[in-house]
């Protein structure tokens, strides 16, 4: 059952960018803060930022800080993620869930998508 779905995933060169997006059809997503999870093969699950309900407050981990932002449509029931100045550090399985609290906190994330690769490597 898809209830939230990433897409913008693909292939680029360290120092490229993607946006990925995080849409959602079954449920509105301005009713929870949305959150971009990444795991790597043979790593753990790494919340990389989280955005709240309103777009007001945003987090983002120090791997990502200054690379990455996060933002929101809520006309759309669309997130996204853009991602600058990729390095191959950042392949991953991306994933976008929905919260109703503000949390990086993977458990109290009620809905998650299915997850979309990203791979940097020249």
């Known amino acids: 059952q898809v209830q939230v779905v990433e897409s913008g995933g693909g292939l680029v060169q360290p120092g490229g960018a993607l946006r990925l997006s995080c849409a959602a059809s079954e449920f509105a997503l301005d009713n929870y803060a949305i959150g971009w999870f990444r795991q790597a093969p043979g790593k753990e699950r790494e919340g990389i930022s989280c955005?709240?309900?309103?777009?007001?407050?945003?987090y983002y981990a120090d791997s990502v800080k200054g690379r990455f932002t996060i933002s929101r449509d809520n006309a759309k029931n669309t997130a996204y993620l853009q991602m600058n100045n990729l390095k191959p550090e950042d392949t991953a399985v991306y994933y976008c869930?929905?919260?109703?609290?503000?949390?990086?906190?993977?458990?109290?994330?009620?809905?998650w998508g299915q997850g979309t690769q990203v791979t940097v490597s020249s």
């Open positions: 869930a929905a919260s109703l609290i503000f949390t990086m906190t993977w458990d109290d994330y009620d809905y």
């Open positions: 955005i709240s309900m309103s777009g007001s407050n945003t």
